[in-house]
């Protein structure tokens, strides 16, 4: 049974960290939304002075039976491939996580390949999923384990002083995964959710999107209405061994009350399960950026997330997430670094 003790956040700490927002040395809204991150970081961490030290991202990484079924402009062996560069330094998320702050953690949870070299972290559940297609992906034991190895993760990432958590994804077909869960736990149709990835071609979409139908179709004949079935068993029919341990990542996170940073749309739909399994989790989350797939905003939208960052990224691994690391470390400053009008003697409004 899956199970986090996560605490909603305290509404008197946000109402508190507002007012304090609200004296600070600035027209009041000037900062814009800078302000609300500050606001709800107060709140997370329970002081009118917050602080975000060292960040960390671990990059969850799993492949995708449904590979079999052309979605992906990349053969499945690119997952194992790129989860050598994350361990060797060499990816995009190994830079931007080095100018940002923060450690790298690689999860293997459900990479199709022999073991891989020493510096990850191997719980691998089963060597990827099933063809989502055809079959589940995987059964509701293992997805409860997936979480589980996400999960810890986290939490060693946490002993080692982390202070801010995002997670990142490796996985080719994931999007087609993610399309899947996304549309079942939100009730929408294929189309709504699913966008080109890797940058798949007409073609390819057309026949991507066809796919996130037709496993629709399938688990619903096994599970009933999808958006009312159990999260978990909703999991086992259509996730990825990687979105549920990105889901593990967000849950732990949550009962260690750290901010928590959501990457784009694979991440999201782990954040979303999260949330789904526990409901305060969303009072932790933050969105890193805004992902250029459909289904991302799609995503925010339900859990009422606003983007800090706009970029156009469509890649994956914890990098915009990471990006929005420093946003939020100024928005943390600002808060606990600003006078307040009676301390600088600063003069408000005018008088009527």
Known sequence: MIHFDIQPISQAWLTQAQAHQDQLTKP?????????????????????????????????????????????????????????????GGAAINQIAEVAGADVWVLDVGVNAPPLA???????????????????????????????????????????????????DMGIGNTTAASALTAALLGLDAKAVTGRGTGVDD??????????????RRAQARLGE??????????????????AAIAGVFLAGAEAGLPLVCDGFPVTAGALLACQIQPDVRDYLFAGHRSVE??????????????????????????????????????ASVMAGMATFSQ?????????
């Open 28 to 88: 009041p809204g000037s900062l814009g939304f800078l302000e609300e991150i500050g606001v709800r970081l107060a709140a997370i961490q329970q002081t009118l002075r917050p602080a975000l030290g060292k960040g960390a991202v671990v990059v969850c990484a799993g492949d995708h039976g449904v590979t079999a079924e052309a979605v992906s402009a990349y053969p499945s062996e690119v997952t194992a491939q790129m989860v050598l560069n994350f361990l060797a």
């Open 118 to 168: 020493e510096g990850g972290l191997g719980v691998r559940v089963r060597p990827g999923t099933g063809n989502i297609l055809r079959e589940p992906a995987m059964t509701r034991a293992e997805a409860e384990q997936a979480i589980r190895a996400g999960a810890e993760v986290a939490r060693r990432a946490i002993a080692q002083d982390a202070t801010v958590l995002a997670a990142g």
């Open 203 to 216: 073609a390819r979409y057309q026949k991507k999107v066809q796919v996130v139908a037709t496993a629709l």
């Open 226 to 243: 999808l958006a009312q079935a159990d999260p978990l068993e909703v999991l086992a029919e259509l996730g990825g061994l990687e979105i």
């Open 294 to 331: 459909p289904g991302h905003t799609r995503q925010l939208e339900a859990l009422g997330l606003r983007p800090i960052l706009e970029l156009n990224l469509r890649l994956g691994e914890g990098t915009g997430a990471v990006l929005s690391f420093p946003v939020l470390r100024a928005a």
């Open 344 to 352: 600088a003697g600063v003069s408000q409004t005018m008088e009527p």
